[in-house]
């Protein structure tokens, strides 16, 4: 891996954690960073980790300590696809690879008009948009985060039909959640970069994707720059 893809991923991994803390702080539940991982201190919200590696190389015994697999459901985010968890319960649930694209324009333009969720109602119209079971995920405590934009594409009736989590970092601009309801991500891209230039017009795009998500991410300017796993508890 080239010296600027390290740095990519390792900006990448410290953007993530902080919007996986932004997650955990809007539920109540507190975490920490310290020099190899942030990880929560009690059960994260449904979809996210409790811990995220932030350096390669970390050590698996003391950030699996640091893990609550009390409940079930306990998963950690690898960033840098080099651990063995195997043997503290873990077993690996899906790989990824974390994107990066310059900042700059989208390459394809939309109609669809947008904006970043500014109350309660919004938001929640938002996170049902995102998934019909996920109208209490998404917290209004979200909206007082200031690095935490949620980025909405409205239909012509007003409808959120798109969008996605946009987190500032301090050298790149962090992207998830990225959605449709219809059209799939090639309708969702060109919207959320077009906000996101809009917003952070000199910050690098970051974020990490799988599968046929990853091949339209790359379809929209996207680079992969390094590989991620993640460690579901059993």
Known sequence: MTTSKQFLVRAAARNNAE???????AHGVASG?????????????????????LVPGADPDALAARVDTT???ASVKDSFADLDLTGAGYRVLF???WIHRPAGPPSRTSDLDWDVAGDPDTLRAWALA?????????????????????LAGHSADGRVVTGAVASRGEHVVGVSNVFARDGGPDLAWPVVLGAVHRLFPTLPVVGYEHGDDLTAAVRHGFEPVGPLRIWLHE
């Open 95 to 97: 790989d990824a690879w």
């Open 19 to 25: 919007w996986c803390a932004a997650m955990s702080r």
């Open 130 to 150: 995102w998934d019909d079971g996920a109208a209490d995920l998404f917290r209004p405590e979200l909206l007082d985060d200031p690095d935490t934009f949620v």
């Open 33 to 53: 960073f310290e020099a190899q991982a942030w990880a929560a201190v009690a059960r994260t919200p449904p979809y996210y980790p409790d811990a995220v590696t």
């Open 71 to 73: 409940t079930p459901g």
